[in-house]
């Protein structure tokens, strides 16, 4: 263990989980005294959120900004959620923000997101970081970084999901995430249907809006990517078949905060893109691909992503979640020939057995066996074509600090 991690489990662990609100993150904040001099943005949505922030990320440096980038879940060390200039920070840069933190709130009770928000903060704060990429948790009306003003708030899109702590229905989550929406700011958009509480809110903050497919459009072959608006025109090569609305939002996002991009520089950041876990290709022979699917919307896109690699091929599969995900199984029943549903050592997963009644008996291959011994069984037999790991962040971060392939 590292003394960042018995740090962590020290202090972090040990506070009180149930705070919310953004009352207590607001004192420490200015107890703190941070005073940020960059741009700062906000990005909510029920998926996209890590894309764009990457890409806002590679735009930043093209432009030779120096670039901060906070976002959720980590896969491996949480140094991951805090970043400068695409890298994660160190142990010891980690380590005394968190204990500045704790050292100002005295007995102010923070929970841990609140907790690594504000150490977040302090660090790119200190670092003169000249563009804040801040990613939204869940929701957006009550996470920590929403005590932040931000210059431009960005909601990719609102889909179903998270409903036991946003409410039901899109609407209800719609509102939670308008949350981050500021008075007379820049606010986008990243979907072409708009729910009616996002729409009232825009209204209440007169937000200077701009919306996917009304006032920016992104057109996508098989060859490349048309993105235009009334002003500018770039047209860019699809090499990594990254989310083409990612791709939109984050152009028009870099723009409206001034800053001036040549199509050459957008390319450059496209090529640049790296973002792991999300229908990330790992090998070609056999085809194994990671990704980490927890939501409706999210498994349509990793379906299209299967139907152009795995047919004709022999498919095994394993997943894990942290809920029960039969929708999340039964859309892939067509697809996968083997199903595998490990133990893993997050034990905030769902037990494996969950899972066994959302396929047919003859194609499951194991349950209950750790995560080294379920890949290794696939890869010993020696029949499958293609391998999908997918479901939670826990397992693919568990697949990738394993180092199976």
């Known amino acids: 263990m590292t003394k960042l991690e018995a740090w962590i489990r020290k202090f972090l662990f040990s506070e009180d989980s149930s705070e919310k609100g953004l009352k207590n993150p607001q004192k420490v ?3 703190l005294n941070i005073q940020p001099k960059g741009k700062i943005i906000l990005i909510s949505g029920t998926n996209g959120k890590g894309t764009t922030g990457e890409i806002l990320t590679q735009l930043g440096l093209q432009k030779g900004l120096k670039v901060g980038t906070f976002s959720s879940p980590h896969l491996i060390r949480i140094n991951e959620r805090i970043k400068i200039n695409g890298q994660p920070i160190s142990d010891d840069l980690f380590s005394n923000s968190l204990e500045s933190v704790r050292e100002a709130k005295g007995d102010i009770p923070l929970n841990f997101f609140q907790f690594l928000a504000l150490a977040m903060m302090k660090i790119f704060n ?35 999901d998270h409903e036991e702590i946003l409410g039901k229905g899109i609407e209800n989550i719609a509102k939670e995430k308008a949350g981050i929406i500021r008075e007379n700011q820049n606010f986008i958009f990243g979907h072409s249907h708009m729910p009616n509480s996002l729409k009232q809110e825009i209204r209440i903050k007169n937000a200077n809006e701009s919306i996917l497919k009304k006032d920016f459009e992104v057109k996508k072959n098989k060859e490349s990517i048309l993105y235009f608006d009334k002003k500018n025109q770039f047209k860019l090569e699809d090499k990594q078949n990254i989310d083409s609305s990612s791709i939109a939002v984050a152009i028009r996002s870099f723009i409206s905060l001034g800053f001036k991009i040549s199509e050459n520089q957008i390319q450059k950041a496209l090529d640049s893109f790296s973002i792991k876990g999300r229908c990330e290709v790992i090998s070609e022979d056999p085809f194994i691909l990671l990704d980490v699917c927890h939501n409706l919307s999210a498994l349509e896109k990793l379906k299209t992503e299967l139907q152009k690699n795995i047919e004709g091929k022999k498919t095994a599969a394993i997943f894990a979640s942290s809920k029960n995900s039969y929708d999340l199984v039964s859309p892939l029943k067509e697809m996968i020939d083997c199903w595998h549903f490990p133990r893993c050592k997050e034990r905030r997963l769902m037990n494996p057995e969950q899972f066994l009644t959302s396929v047919n008996n003859e194609s499951i291959g194991s349950h209950g066996e750790s995560l080294e011994v379920t890949y290794k069984k696939i890869k010993n037999k020696n029949e499958f074509d293609a391998i999908i790991i997918y479901g939670s962040f826990y397992l693919v971060g568990e697949f990738l600090e394993s180092n199976l392939v």
Request: net charge negative; glycine share 8%.
């Open 29 to 31: 904040y200015d107890l």
């Open 126 to 160: 200190d670092e003169d970081i000249d563009l804040w990429i801040v990613e939204i948790g869940i929701g957006g009306r009550l996470d920590p970084t929403n005590i932040l003003k931000a210059d431009l708030s960005i909601i990719t899109n609102v889909q179903l």
